[in-house]
Nanobody, 122 residues
Framework: QLFESGGGSVQPGDSLRLSCTAP????????MGWFRQAPGREREFVAS????????SYADSVKGRFTISRDNARSALYLQMENLKSEDTATYFC?????????????????WGQGTQVTVSS
């Protein structure tokens, strides 16, 4: 089970940091990622990181603004979001994949959280 937190309502240009925890889980064996879904739209890939965060991948739409990181000692995954835009408004989901290969495909992930809402509006 994955648990997200850190969402909220902010203005364009603001920052937010999302967290995802997996209590009791050894997350180091998983590739972990963030996806998001806006109302009426498909779930889309945001970012992923390998077991120690040394390899990362980002969607073009967030590259340079979002940073994914992880702390396996705390079984935690983070998404630092800077310079937020209205188009970043969505429910953000944490996901874990029992593999060593990064993936941007949601069906490749085995475990999901319930999501945390991010709203960017002036």
């Amino acid at each position: 089970q994955l648990f997200e937190s850190g969402g909220g309502s902010v203005q364009p240009g603001d920052s937010l940091r999302l967290s995802c925890t997996a209590p009791g889980r050894t997350t180091s064996v998983f590739v972990m990622g963030w996806f998001r879904q806006a109302p009426g739209r498909e779930r889309e890939f945001v970012a992923s990181a390998d077991w120690n965060g040394s390899r990362t991948s980002y969607a073009d739409s967030v590259k340079g603004r979002f940073t994914i990181s992880r702390d396996n000692a705390r079984s935690a995954l983070y998404l630092q979001m800077e310079n937020l835009k209205s188009e970043d408004t969505a429910t953000y989901f944490c996901a874990a994949r029992a593999s060593s290969f990064l993936s941007a495909i949601s069906s490749d992930y085995d475990y999901w959280g319930q999501g945390t809402q991010v709203t960017v509006s002036s």
